[in-house]
């Protein structure tokens, strides 16, 4: 909290108004945070385009949203497995933001740029597919490589149809071989 004061420039006890607890200073970062990415993400899904492009800007925007915020990105999941009321007001504001992923997967499968799936398993997949990719980047990684990639993987997939077939993953029809 010294730290903090010193470089706010504001008094102590000013600081202990607002956040009586360090606890309580940490819970407003966090979710002030993931509200500034949940207003990013209802403005990467307005504009009138495909809703594929809009997976896109979701993806896009998740990861640049943390691409520089590397020590936020790990307190935001430091509670996220408590059982206690921290917990359930992250999974809230996650709630949130998986709605606004859910919504768009639903507009791509209505207009045909994905096939029909479970959008809550989907939103899931695509949302740790960010999560893992965040986590474990580089220093030599850029963003738009990373977003091409999380995009390709998730709108195509890494089966041929001959690895669809072997596993009997859905989408291997008999006119897939190769």
């Known amino acids: 909290m010294d730290d903090i004061v010193e470089a706010s420039g504001v008094g102590k006890g000013t600081l202990y108004r607002y956040f009586p607890s360090k606890q309580a200073l940490f819970l407003a970062v966090t979710f002030e945070g993931i509200e500034r990415l949940r207003h990013e993400l209802e403005a990467a899904v307005r504009p009138a385009e495909p809703p594929a492009l809009k997976v896109r800007r979701i993806v896009h925007r998740t990861l640049a949203h943390f691409w520089d915020r590397r020590f936020f990105f790990s307190l935001i999941h430091r509670s996220e497995h408590k059982p206690d009321g921290e917990a359930r007001q992250w999974l809230r ?4 933001l998986a709605q606004i992923v ?13 096939r029909r799936v479970n959008t809550r398993i989907a939103t899931e997949i695509l949302l ?19 977003v091409d990639a999380v995009v390709e993987v998730f709108m195509c997939g890494l089966g041929t149809p001959t690895g669809r077939r072997v596993t009997g993953a859905a989408g291997a029809s008999p006119r897939d071989e190769a």
């Open 128 to 146: 740790g597919m960010m999560r893992g990719v965040n986590r474990y980047r580089t220093a030599e990684d850029r963003l738009e490589d990373l």
């Open 102 to 114: 859910q919504k768009a997967l639903a507009d791509a499968i209505a207009a045909g740029h994905i």
């Open 93 to 96: 504001h996650r709630e949130a």
